[in-house]
């Protein structure tokens, strides 16, 4: 293994394990990202109009604010509103909120307050089917009563924690993607080395070598990108902004042609169901959505670069 190739895949694969780690905490942003839900501690999957709470979602760009609301009784906070694609939800032992109490206007007036899953008034609504297996729930929040140390931080510091948190997830959810995108390749190249074609394997062909070519190209690349954002936050970087933007973006709409470009070469068992492709395809389609869409990422990407 050459030191390049070994700098693109051993730091990826950790973090696409990272990836799957914790299914008992999931992150609810009562402050909704417009679309996004978490991989690893599991933030929120929303869509432009999905998210409540005492009034309905607007339709503004990225990290748009609930009106959520909370009452501060004594030594106490009390939580009212509801919150959809919620990633774990269901099956999470505990809840990250983020909820507005209004210390000031916009982004500086929310809060995080951690929160049991069998707090009384807190309900699983409704389990959400998609097209990839993914637990995914809308909850409620009924008059839910929170003491005042489930406060994360400080009151009104619950936006900056959300901010630094996406910077994180973003990363796995590239090196989420980098995995994918690597199990197609290698089936692709199993595929073409022993199916026949013309009296020689598939491989031979100039064609299906340029998409293997391609594919190859796509998922080097990505895992430097997803490398570079998590070695630049473990040298202690407060911020990965961009780096996780770039990681994030390349890495799943890269995915994406990678795994379309095996179903392609598997031919008709690329779309049969229950082929490892087939379920790449579907399993690929969110990570371009959660955590911020592709198109969010570039102009998160644009403004860390002005």
Avoid: C
């Amino acid at each position: 293994m050459s030191s390049t190739e070994g700098l693109a895949r051993v730091p990826a694969r950790r973090l696409a394990g990272a990836a799957r780690v914790a299914r008992t905490i999931a992150l609810i942003m009562l402050v909704a990202v417009s679309t996004g839900f978490g991989i690893a501690i599991g933030t929120s999957f929303d869509s432009s109009d999905g998210a409540t709470a005492s009034t309905r979602l607007s339709t503004m760009p990225e990290f748009q604010v609930l009106e959520e609301t909370y009452d501060a009784i004594r030594e106490h906070y009390v939580l009212s509103g509801e919150k959809t694609w919620i990633s774990n939800g269901g099956i999470a032992d505990l809840y990250t909120v983020f909820a507005r109490t209004g210390e000031a206007p916009g982004a500086k007036g929310i809060s995080a307050f951690l929160v049991p899953a069998d707090t009384p008034g807190l309900e699983v609504a409704e389990r959400l089917d998609v097209i990839a297996p993914h637990p995914l729930a809308r909850l409620a929040f009924s008059d839910v009563r929170v003491p005042a140390s489930a406060l994360i931080g400080k009151s009104g510091d619950g936006f900056k924690i959300a901010m630094s948190v996406l910077d994180v997830f973003r990363s796995t959810v590239g090196a989420a993607a980098l995995g994918f995108a690597r199990r197609a390749l290698d089936e692709t190249l199993d595929r073409a080395g022993n199916r026949e074609l013309f009296g020689a394997p598939l491989f031979d062909l100039q064609m299906v070598q340029g998409h293997i070519a391609d594919m190859a190209l796509h998922v080097d690349a990505a895992a430097l990108l997803v490398y570079r954002a998590a070695w630049t936050k473990d040298m202690g970087a407060p911020r990965v902004t961009r780096e996780a933007a770039m990681a994030k973006l390349f890495a799943t709409d890269r995915a994406q042609e990678v795994i379309d470009k095996a179903v392609q070469i598997h031919g008709g068992d690329g779309v049969r169901r229950g082929h490892i492709v087939e379920s790449l395809y579907r399993e690929i389609r969110a990570l371009r959505i959660y955590e911020g869409a592709s198109d969010v990422q570039k102009v998160v990407i644009a403004r860390q670069t002005k």
